[in-house]
């Protein structure tokens, strides 16, 4: 267990490193990536993924994957758009049906992975599809708009999206949700069981603990994110548009694997995470100060989160042989 912290611990300290590093060449290397209107925007395109990760971080610690949260968060919102606009729902209780959506599709992820015991792969591999359609078929394909401040439901911008300084109001909510979810998954049983699922799943079962509830959990916090960051997405693209949100979940797994979370399971830290996430922002908005065209950006992303993996699979490989070398002495 010291190992694993030990380990942890130096994984966070050279993402954070990293982070660092890659600021800095794009500070050298692209144009005017210091200003503050660069920052802004790295810390805009970086809250609601940051949902995400935080959310799917719980699932991959348990040795599973969501590959639906990117879907889903467009689904949520577009769901809260469709009831605002079209059903004339009051604003707050839109928000509401956002989040509910996206727990509701995490919950149906963990049954699909416990119940019917689908690979985490095809079970949210079907569910990323199902929502991805089930957008566009509430939503006959038609793009669906948020308040603005201008409007009598100005608040929502206003609340959710930046202050008179332009620092995202989504940063600080995204720092009360961390908190949260750190105490949960640190201080709880909750995590405790999630850990343990993540290293030894058969020997939880075996003593007693029932797997299949926490499990669930995992993903249901997901889904709950995922709602969460539909809010926040909303409120700073104002427009939601069907079939879209494919690739989001990438950036987010990569952010969660960056910070030191094994895709293995039992291995994971919500701090790395946060730091994994900001890494991706960075490079993102760094492509762009490059002025490097959109299909760049995506192939330089791609090689991230391939990297992210074998580091991952590297990481692994050294604790393997540590361990076989413990057990022959």
Not at 105 to 111: E, H, K, P, T
Not at 196 to 219: C, F, H, M, P
Not at 276 to 282: K, T
Request: a positive charge; hydrophobic letters at 50%; glycine letters at 12%.
């Amino acid at each position: 267990m010291l190992k694993s912290i030990k380990r942890n611990g130096m994984q966070k300290v050279l993402a954070f490193a990293a982070l660092i590093i890659i600021y800095l060449f794009f500070a050298v290397a692209g144009t005017n990536f210091t200003s503050v209107s660069t920052t802004l925007n790295i810390l805009a395109s970086s809250y609601y993924v940051g949902f995400l990760a935080l959310g799917v971080t719980f699932v991959i610690i348990t040795g599973g994957i969501d590959l639906s949260i990117g879907a889903l968060m467009m689904c949520s919102a577009l769901v809260g758009g469709q009831a605002y606009r079209v059903m004339g729902f009051p604003l707050w209780i839109c928000l509401v049906m956002m989040v509910a959506f996206g727990t509701l599709v995490g919950l149906i992820n963990g049954l699909f992975v416990t119940k019917l015991k689908l690979p985490p792969f095809i079970a949210t591999l079907g569910t990323m599809m199902i929502t991805l359609g089930l957008g566009s078929i509430i939503t006959a394909t038609s793009s669906k708009y948020f308040p603005t401040i201008l409007e009598p439901d100005g608040w929502f911008s206003r609340v959710f999206f930046k202050t008179e300084s332009g620092i995202p109001m989504g940063l600080f909510f995204l720092l009360v949700f961390f908190a949260i979810a750190f105490i949960i998954l640190n201080k709880t049983k909750i995590g405790r069981y999630i850990f343990a699922i993540g290293s030894n799943e058969e020997s939880v079962r075996l003593s007693g603990i029932k797997v299949d509830i926490w499990k669930t959990t995992a993903y249901a916090i997901s889904g709950f994110a995922a709602g969460l960051g539909s809010i926040f997405y909303s409120a700073t693209y104002t427009v939601v548009i069907p079939n879209t949100g494919n690739g989001i979940e990438l950036a987010a797994i990569a952010g969660v694997v960056i910070g030191g979370t094994s895709l293995s399971g039992g291995i994971g830290s919500l701090t790395g995470t946060m730091i994994g996430v900001f890494i991706m922002s960075i490079l993102k908005n760094g492509l762009v100060s490059m002025n490097l065209p959109a299909p760049y950006q995506t192939f330089f992303t791609g090689v991230v989160v391939i990297g992210a993996v074998l580091l991952d699979i590297y990481r692994n490989k050294k604790s393997n042989e540590l361990r076989k070398i413990r057990n022959t002495n």
